[in-house]
């Protein structure tokens, strides 16, 4: 009789679905589920959702791939999240939600963290935590809701986020692994513990937020109810895990000095792994704990695959976006002379500036829609290219590239980035980052974090070198982009201002 196969339940709680995976010790996934769900924007600058339609999500899914695959509860090691960042949900003294859970998305707080930025209260709060001084903050959230809301603010006992919060109705705990909280801008990176003078700013006691524990913390006693769903029991072991972004490192083997990780998704992120905090001296990148001994480093945009699906929708209507994106390689490198700032959802690094606004640059009457859609799939990633420049000044200078997300599914657009960083682009063959670092992460944990938390060989995938013609050439348009950006802030408020009271 043959030995049943040992699997990890990888659950990835993203912005627009949860994913499970079925993963086994060697790194193979055995098969997989995605469960959608809505991001409700009701009014300018909203990004919210339901807690619960995504805890219902998580259920489903870990229930739908134990079942694909026939598993027992005795055949799982351990079940183990990735998250994404800076969700705020405020609780009453029920533990019953008195927000939706805001997502990293949510612009509201954006003249919060304007003024922290300018008063200088921000930057000595980054330097402590990590966490860049934005409306994607929770910190500034919290601000933001204590100003705007305080009949909530002051009604709340208790401050999570999503991972928090589904943990909570999982097992009764209400914890935060140190990897969420290091992006919460309340988080002392030097301490581990919560930051005494951000707490004091945010006016929020530490008796209110979750009880901050490891990544790699392990938890038993599953609640019926959600077991019985799942297809697991009461002993099956959780790994609480960690945030999406540290884990797509590990999910790509980038935790070693000189490898850059690239993911782009609906947003995109630039990481690279250090053995220790590492901040910048002017709070543009920010630097988040996937373990105390790995900490990774790095800077998001806002602005990934969101801007090719919007691009495609206006210029290609109804036409799907992996027939459209090809069309854009009939076009040479830059685009026939347009630039397109791809700021339509404001920007995080490098510009920190929630009102950014987009810009195509140099339209004529000679440009056609492959001319536009080449320039915002270039835009996407001068955006990943002005990141890696701020890296290179903290010294962190790449020599390869790890691909992930969605647009690593695009030949055209990896090698647009080699053409850009000058460097060889990898993608492996399993573009699901985030899923496998939470599987590698739960092994790890599960073996009392003995070994390399880096478990698995390095699969084959695809490569791509630079071509050096491109690269020079970009090399000579990204101080152009940048600048445009640079001439164009104030009047981006201006329009801002216009479009916010338009909406009132």
Request: charged share 20%; with cysteine; aromatic share 6%.
């Amino acid at each position: 009789m043959s030995k049943k196969i040992e699997i990890v339940i990888a659950i990835d709680i993203g912005t627009t679905s949860t994913k499970t995976l079925a993963v086994d010790r060697e790194g193979h996934i055995h098969n997989s589920h995605s469960v959608a769900y809505p991001l409700h924007t009701p009014s300018s600058g909203y990004a919210e959702q339901d807690p619960d339609v995504i805890y219902e999500a998580v259920l489903d899914a870990v229930a739908a791939v134990m079942k694909k695959g026939g598993y027992t509860a005795e055949q799982i090691v351990c079940a183990t999240f990735s998250s994404a960042n800076h969700s705020l949900i405020l609780l009453d003294d029920q533990e019953f939600p008195l927000t939706p859970s805001i997502t990293w998305a949510d612009q509201r707080s954006a003249a919060q963290a304007e003024r922290l930025l300018s008063d200088g209260t921000g930057l000595p709060i980054y330097l402590r935590t990590g966490t860049p001084i934005h409306p994607m903050s929770p910190l500034v959230k919290l601000i933001w809701m204590k100003e705007e809301r305080p009949d909530l603010f002051f009604a709340a006992k208790q401050f999570i986020g999503i991972k928090e919060y589904i943990l909570n109705k999982l097992f009764g705990v209400m914890v935060m692994d140190h990897s969420i909280a290091s992006a919460t801008g309340l988080f002392n990176l030097e301490t581990l513990t919560w930051d005494k003078e951000a707490l004091l700013l945010a006016d929020v006691r530490e008796d209110q937020l979750p009880t901050l524990v490891p990544s790699t913390e392990r938890i038993t006693g599953l609640r019926t109810e959600p077991a019985e769903r799942m297809g697991l029991s009461a002993s099956t072991t959780f790994v609480v895990g960690a945030q999406d972004g540290v884990l797509a490192n590990l999910g790509i083997g980038a935790v070693e000095e000189g490898v850059l990780a690239v993911t782009i998704g609906t947003s995109g992120a630039v990481r690279t792994a250090t053995n220790k905090p590492t901040v910048d001296p002017e709070g543009r990148l920010f630097c988040y704990a996937l373990t105390e001994e790995c900490w990774i480093v790095g800077g998001p945009s806002n602005n990934g695959a969101i801007v090719a699906q919007w691009i495609s929708d206006r210029l290609y209507p109804g036409k799907p976006l992996d027939e459209v994106l090809p069309l854009a390689a009939s076009v040479p490198a830059g685009a026939n002379g347009l630039l397109f700032l791809p700021l339509l959802s404001g920007e995080r690094a490098p510009f920190w500036d929630a009102q950014a606004k987009g810009v195509m640059f140099g339209l004529t009457l000679s440009h056609l829609e492959t001319d536009m859609l080449r320039a915002a799939m270039e835009g996407v990633i001068f955006q990943i290219t002005a990141i890696a420049s701020l890296m290179k000044q903290a010294g962190e200078k790449p020599r390869e590239v790890r691909a992930s997300g969605g647009f690593a599914r695009s030949t055209l657009w990896c090698q647009m980035m080699a053409d850009m960083l000058g460097v060889p682009v990898k993608v492996p063959v399993s573009v699901e980052s985030s899923g496998l670092g939470a599987a590698q992460l739960g092994l790890y944990a599960m073996d009392d974090c003995k070994g390399s938390l880096l478990r698995w060989k390095e699969m084959e995938g695809s490569l791509y070198e630079p071509n050096l013609k491109n690269h020079s050439l970009y090399q000579g348009l990204l101080p152009l982009y940048l600048s445009l950006y640079d001439r164009l802030k104030e009047p981006m408020r201006e329009i801002s201002r216009l479009q916010h009271a338009s909406v009132e």
